[in-house]
């Protein structure tokens, strides 16, 4: 892309040459000539700093000293977005791999990219410009939209309906059996699951996470939600738009997640739990089955309570060793006391 291009499409203000043509992105400090790269103002520091970078995204306020760069309000989203687009004419090739196995009855849409050894079973659908990745399963009577990309290894079973611009990064498992038992006396009964899974458009799951089928009905996940990687989604969950949920979360089943929700790593909800829209529970923070944050609130530790009750409890708990000494000096100071 031309940099009057990039420009245009970030809608910033072109500071120098316009015909320049950069490939890719990189950070400020390793970027060539032919790089894009970013960089925010920081406190105090007003100068861009020393870089080879064909061109680089600022604030509007930084001074640039003859480089060629683009000024916007927000440089790291505009250089997102520009990376975005460069990446965008890097499909692979379209065609199946002589080596992958796609049933005939299974549909496949135009211009659509089947790498060596997938499986796409009978009656599944996978929508144009589509890539699946080496080793990918794609089960019976699966649904794909339009511009998905399933990274080498993913399993989708025949349960799931994705939206369009689907993510699923390496060892993703979409549509495996919830975790559905039933107690019999004196042993564990499965409880069957028969539910599917249903994934919004733009939504992008990260390397070997797992979303459950659910029991009865279906588990579903919202428009524009981003899972990192190892997530779990238990049977039956129900997760909004445009929720974020960082490494190791995981989801008991029938938990509900409303929009714009934010999760910390390693964060544990219990069953049939909900999560307020606009909620932020810190990493780590654990909420017991059935109970509820109020929406847009900050929350932490386990069991989640609001983040400043949170933080003066911790502030207590440091400060318990020196409370316990000084109720030992204490208590020896009586008993000297009551001994006279």
């Not at 794609?138 to 339009?146: C, D, H, I, R, T």
């Not at 975790?179 to 939504?203: A, M, R, W």
């Not at 609001?306 to 409370?323: D, G, N």
């Amino acid at each position: 892309m031309t940099t009057a291009e990039i420009a245009s499409l970030v809608q910033g203000e072109l500071v120098g040459r316009g015909d320049l043509t950069v490939h890719s992105g990189q950070t400020l400090e390793r970027a060539l000539e032919t790089q894009l790269a970013f960089w925010e103002r920081r406190p105090g520091v007003t100068k861009l700093p020393p870089t080879r970078a064909g061109c680089v995204i600022v604030d509007g306020r930084v001074e640039v000293d003859g480089r060629t760069a683009i000024r916007v309000e927000q440089p790291r989203s505009a250089f997102a977005k520009a990376l975005r687009m460069m990446l965008a004419g890097r499909q692979p090739s379209t065609g199946v791999d002589p080596t992958a196995s796609v049933h005939p009855k299974a549909i496949i849409g135009e211009r659509v990219s089947i790498g060596p050894h997938a499986v796409v079973e009978a009656g599944a659908a996978v929508g144009d410009m589509s890539t699946i990745g080496a080793h990918v399963f794609v089960g019976e009577g699966a649904v794909l939209g339009k511009l998905c990309r399933l990274e080498p290894g993913c399993r989708v079973h025949g349960n799931a309906r994705l939206g369009d611009r689907v993510t699923l990064h390496s060892g993703v498992v979409i549509g495996s059996d919830g975790f559905g038992l039933v107690f019999e006396s004196d042993h564990y009964e499965k409880f069957p699951q028969t539910g599917g899974v249903e994934i919004g458009n733009d939504v992008e799951i990260g390397a070997n996470s797992c979303v459950d089928r659910g029991a009865l009905d279906a588990t579903r996940i919202g428009t524009g939600t981003k899972l990192d990687n190892l997530v779990h989604i238990g049977h039956n969950c129900q997760v909004g738009n445009h929720v974020v949920m960082a490494a190791q979360v995981g989801l008991s089943g029938g938990v509900i997640v409303e929009d714009y929700a934010v999760l910390g790593g390693q964060a544990g909800i219990g069953d049939r739990a909900t999560i307020g829209a606009r909620v932020r529970l810190g990493g780590q923070g654990g909420l017991l089955p059935d109970k509820k944050l109020a929406p847009g609130g900050a929350y932490w530790g386990t069991p989640a309570r609001p983040l400043r009750q949170e933080l003066t409890r911790q502030a207590s708990l440091s400060r318990l060793p020196r409370l316990i000494e000084e109720v030992k000096r204490l208590a020896a100071r009586v008993r000297d006391l009551e001994s006279r």
